[in-house]
């Protein structure tokens, strides 16, 4: 008997088990749900012939920065579907293979191919989408329209899809038309409760439109469903505490970092223990409030386990949050050595907004406010290439205006934050713009 995935494409297994495993482990995995790992392993039990279980289990291993488990699967995976595998599963499995090796313009180029001929392929279809997907750390300026371009192209083929909905809205929202992007998100949110990522992409659009009592709401009545190891437990949280700051109640912000994004309490993979750590630390102390130096030497340390060597610029600009933070130039001067390098060498295609920004954040720490907003002031407009969302990106943002007005810059502080207000309304961009007058 032939079995499908739940998008109808066909599965190289005669195993109603490891059909069935396999598309709960897909569901599971789609939805950033607990159960995941566990649901694909049965998959693989069932069939051990079957590769797609092995790549979709190698790019979970990858998310948690587990590289060698990843690519050990991404090798068996490989071997399996090229002896027994469809034209689709083979592309499938070598698009997501060349993502876990970390050949990322390769695997953004395989993958746009794939959809153009599988576009139902949503495993691969999630791959340059989100914040964290191969379109935002692909160095690109426009990463943000070429995801909603591509959802676009695709929607057709989807219709009222729980998870396809999510990640379109979250597109559009990301890409500038929050209130159309933030109404898509919902509907895919409120087809399937269990998902964090439609969650997630409702928490921005929300960040995005102002709504900060009713992300925080959100929050509370939806997380209790979610278990602490969720891949976006944290992240969710820290949402919550960009809301506190919105009102000024650092005392929240601080305990919620305690209870879930410290080091030593996190279940998150490691790319989000060390941006979610360091930029809500990092805005606690550049919004004027006091930020034990233990908490940063802690996350430090955990952190250059974590990422000791320069690699993704997203990664790279939090590490550099961290060194400037605790005045640890030599770890800088490390980094922005080897990343000038790839500059140099053509291999940085986010570009020089990269060492740019890593400066100024330096040059902020060491209170030298002018240098801060000289460095920044250029490469404003290309922040966009180092990846992330929006929400995470803003902390750039913050930087330089804090830095104007300490720096005695009033009237052009004033004007960004008249941008920023008549985008949205925020209080704490409200307070910001009093201390202009």
């Known amino acids: 008997m032939a079995h499908e995935d739940r998008y109808g494409l066909s599965l190289s297994t005669t195993s109603q088990e490891a059909a069935s495993a396999y598309r709960e482990g897909v569901d599971l995995m789609l939805a950033g749900w607990t159960g995941t790992a566990e649901t694909l392993e049965r998959a693989i039990a069932a069939d051990p012939e079957f590769a797609l279980p092995h790549i979709a289990r190698a790019r979970l291993h990858a998310f948690y920065q587990q590289g060698d488990l990843a690519r050990q699967k991404a090798a068996v995976a490989r071997e399996l579907v090229a002896k027994r595998g469809s034209m689709r599963e083979r592309s499938h499995v070598e698009t997501l293979a060349l993502a876990i090796e970390g050949r990322l313009p390769e695997a953004l180029t395989s993958t746009l191919?794939?959809?153009?001929?599988?576009?139902?392929?949503?495993?691969?279809?999630?791959?340059?989408?989100?914040?964290?997907?191969?379109?935002?750390?692909?160095?690109?300026?426009?990463?943000?329209?070429?995801?909603?371009?591509?959802?676009?192209?695709?929607?057709?083929?989807?219709?009222?899809?729980?998870?396809?909905?999510?990640?379109?809205?979250?597109?559009?929202?990301?890409?500038?038309?929050?209130?159309?992007?933030?109404?898509?998100?919902?509907r895919?949110?409120?087809?399937?409760?269990?998902?964090?990522?439609?969650?997630?992409?409702?928490?921005?659009?929300?960040?995005?439109?102002?709504?900060?009592?009713?992300?925080?709401?959100?929050?509370?009545?939806?997380?209790?469903?979610?278990?602490?190891?969720?891949?976006?437990?944290?992240?969710?949280?820290?949402?919550?505490?960009?809301?506190?700051?919105?009102?000024?109640?650092a005392a929240r912000a601080l305990a919620i970092y305690a209870e879930?994004?410290?080091?030593?309490?996190?279940?998150?993979?490691?790319?989000?223990?060390?941006?979610?750590?360091?930029?809500?630390?990092?805005?606690?102390?550049?919004?004027?409030?006091?930020?034990?130096?233990?908490?940063?030497?802690?996350?430090?340390?955990?952190?250059?386990?974590?990422?000791?060597?320069?690699?993704?610029?997203?990664?790279?600009?939090?590490?550099?949050?961290?060194?400037?933070?605790?005045?640890?130039?030599?770890?800088?001067?490390?980094?922005?050595?080897?990343?000038?390098?790839?500059?140099?060498?053509?291999?940085?295609?986010?570009?020089?907004?990269?060492?740019?920004?890593?400066?100024?954040?330096?040059?902020?720490?060491?209170?030298?406010?002018?240098?801060?907003?000289?460095?920044?002031?250029?490469?404003?407009?290309?922040v966009v290439r180092i990846g992330g969302s929006h929400a995470q990106r803003e902390l750039i943002e913050d930087t330089f205006i804090v830095a104007l007005i300490r720096s005695g810059e009033q009237p052009r502080a004033r004007t960004l934050l008249d941008a920023r207000l008549h985008r949205r309304p925020s209080q704490r961009d409200t307070r910001w713009q009093a201390a202009t007058g």
């Open 260 to 382: 879930v994004l410290q080091p030593t309490v996190t279940q998150a993979p490691p790319l989000n223990v060390i941006t979610d750590g360091a930029s809500l630390l990092w805005r606690l102390s550049a919004y004027g409030h006091a930020v034990p130096k233990a908490l940063w030497l802690d996350a430090d340390a955990a952190a250059q386990k974590l990422f000791p060597r320069s690699g993704l610029p997203f990664a790279d600009v939090h590490m550099a949050l961290f060194a400037a933070a605790t005045q640890n130039r030599e770890a800088l001067a490390a980094r922005l050595a080897v990343i000038e390098q790839r500059l140099t060498e053509g291999k940085l295609p986010a570009g020089p907004v990269v060492p740019a920004i890593c400066r100024a954040l330096a040059a902020f720490a060491d209170e030298n406010y002018a240098a801060c907003t000289q460095t920044l002031a250029p490469v404003l407009g290309e």
């Open 188 to 249: 895919g949110f409120g087809l399937r409760r269990a998902n964090a990522h439609a969650a997630h992409a409702v928490l921005h659009a929300m960040f995005e439109d102002g709504s900060i009592e009713a992300a925080d709401r959100l929050v509370d009545d939806w997380i209790p469903s979610y278990d602490r190891a969720g891949i976006l437990h944290g992240h969710i949280r820290w949402h919550q505490a960009l809301g506190a700051l919105e009102h000024g109640d």
């Open 113 to 186: 191919k794939h959809i153009d001929s599988w576009p139902r392929d949503s495993v691969v279809l999630s791959l340059p989408l989100g914040a964290f997907g191969l379109f935002a750390f692909s160095g690109m300026a426009d990463h943000d329209r070429a995801r909603q371009e591509l959802c676009e192209s695709v929607a057709q083929h989807y219709g009222e899809d729980w998870w396809f909905l999510t990640m379109y809205g979250w597109a559009m929202t990301e890409n500038g038309d929050v209130t159309r992007g933030r109404g898509v998100t919902e």
